[in-house]
């Protein structure tokens, strides 16, 4: 599909709502135009603003006026376009033109620019958000407003990531190494991991920082053994100031990776929020992702956390993934709210461009987004009646059905560094490599990012010269 970008400049969005249609296919920017080639979506600013879609047998075009602000002209050709190719499809997208990450976000701030009832008409009537997601986004920002509302000026939260995993699951795109190729590498990782957490304490002790939430993710933090885990959660204890921390979660992700001795470790180093993620309660499913457990292994390592004190325990599911059904996504939720958990997040599969599976050329037929939107609304439905709220909700590109991610829980156990990070409400520490540091400034809204080297041999080869990247922190909060 040809997209010809005539006389302006936004042709970021208006790629971003023609990928919403034609997920699998590759859409080409065009700047000049001497001869239409077919198929294709032609926009033009002139002295009016047109889109015109031809593909086959439909042709069909649409006019305004050119009037107004940039931001105003943009959202006219984004609007037309969309239009457009809800006709030429027959598909009405969830989300409506909506294309970023955060639309929660963006609900609040046009609510709180212009008010709470013209937020709702502009999702609806601007962006053609669907009602039905139009009313999870508003009890989702209502659940997420109140834990914005505990973050102080000074807050902060500390990220830790362990980039090893067991194996690699089909969809994932984030740089990990698998534990069993990795192995000589753990342990110089731990050792610098330790130090840059050190380094990091002493600069946010001297700033007078104050900490709210520490999360340990990855890749998957209990490969590390109980040792590697005390040492390093330890450090973090003994060298940040805890007194104001109110929530430290640890991924033990990967049910294959979970012991007693590890669960122990957790519990002694005070962490008190823990996933286990089984994303799917089939085995055939698993086996098919490539995550080398099965779904005993789940209960079992559920069981175990439970039997060592763990109360407030996280399971991922993903709605959406290869060969899985409509009935066997319903098992699974069933089976998740049968054991009680305190956060259920439902993730959408994401067809990220690095994963083995879109490297296998699996996409997402029209029918796969249909039954993962199906898979979604029963979700939600189940959910809430048995009283678990939205608190926090996102999306990526190249999502199934262009649906979202959400995390669930019950009343009070609703993970707060989850609603920071994508809130960026305030500073995230990153240590770790792959971990993203991220300065925020409140009025007006600035982020500056500091970036850690993403491998883990990088990270142990270049730690002297990555930490002195670390000195920004100071000199942002000191300017
Ligand atoms: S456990 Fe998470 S980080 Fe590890 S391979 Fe699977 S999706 Fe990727």
């Known amino acids: 599909m040809n997209l010809y970008v005539i006389n302006h400049g936004f042709h970021y969005e ?24 077919e198929p294709y979506i032609y926009t033009e600013m002139s002295d009016k603003l047109t889109v015109e879609v031809k593909a086959g047998d439909f042709n069909k075009s649409l006019n305004t006026e050119n009037t107004g602000e940039d931001n105003e002209k943009e959202l006219s050709l984004a609007q037309m376009l969309y239009k457009l190719l809800c006709e030429f499809t027959g598909i009405n997208q969830p989300w409506g033109l909506l294309t970023g990450v955060r639309p929660i976000k963006l609900f609040r701030n046009v609510s709180n620019e212009q008010g709470f009832e ?25 659940n997420e407003r109140k834990i914005i509302e505990l973050s102080k000026p000074d807050s902060f939260s500390l990220y830790v990531g362990v980039p090893f995993c067991p194996s690699r699951c089909s969809y994932c795109s984030f740089v990990m190494s698998s534990i069993e190729r990795a192995k000589k590498l753990v ?37 590390l053994s109980a040792e ?20 430290f979660t640890v991924e033990a992700g990967r049910p294959d990776t979970i012991t007693a001795e ?44 439970r039997k060592c004190g763990f109360t407030n325990i996280n399971t991922d599911l993903i709605a959406g993934l290869p060969t899985d059904t409509y009935e066997s996504f319903k098992n699974s939720v069933d089976g998740i709210l049968a054991l009680d958990a305190e956060c259920i997040t439902v993730h959408t599969l994401s067809m990220k461009r690095s994963s083995t599976l879109t490297e296998k050329g699996v996409t997402i037929d029209r029918e796969g987004a249909e039954t993962t939107r199906k898979m979604l609304e029963y979700n939600q439905n189940e959910l809430l009646k048995k009283n678990y ?33 994508m809130d960026e409400t305030h500073t995230i520490l990153g240590c770790g490599s792959g971990a993203v540091t991220k300065l925020k400034r409140n009025n007006p809204d600035y982020l500056e990012r500091i970036f850690n080297f993403k491998y883990p041999y990088e990270y142990i080869d270049r730690f002297e010269e990555m930490i002195k990247r670390k000195n920004a922190i100071s000199a942002f909060y000191t300017q």
């Open 187 to 223: 342990d110089p990782y731990a050792d610098l991991l330790c130090e840059e957490i050190k380094l990091t304490a002493e600069i946010a002790n001297k700033l007078g920082l104050r900490l709210e939430t520490v999360y340990f993710g990855g890749g998957t933090p209990t490969t």
């Open 228 to 247: 590697q885990l005390s040492k390093v959660i330890g450090t973090v204890n003994g060298n940040f100031n805890m007194s104001a921390c109110r929530e």
């Open 118 to 142: 013209k937020a709702k008409e502009i999702f609806a009537n601007d962006y053609y958000v669907s009602p039905e997601k139009l009313d999870l986004a508003v009890m989702t920002e209502e």
């Open 262 to 305: 590890k669960l122990k470790a957790l519990k002694e180093n005070n962490v008190d929020r823990i996933s286990i993620n089984p994303q799917t309660l089939n085995d055939d499913v698993l086996r098919e992702i490539g995550r080398k457990h099965t779904v005993q292994q789940f209960f079992d390592a559920f069981a175990l956390a």
């Open 14 to 37: 208006l790629e971003n709502v023609a990928r919403l249609f034609f997920p699998n296919e590759k859409i080409t920017v065009v700047r000049e135009c001497e001869r239409k080639e």
């Open 389 to 421: 709220i939205p608190y926090y909700l996102y999306r990526q590109s190249r999502m199934a059905g262009n649906l979202e991610n959400v995390g669930w829980s019950k009343k009070g156990y609703e993970s707060l560094y989850n609603v920071y990070v």
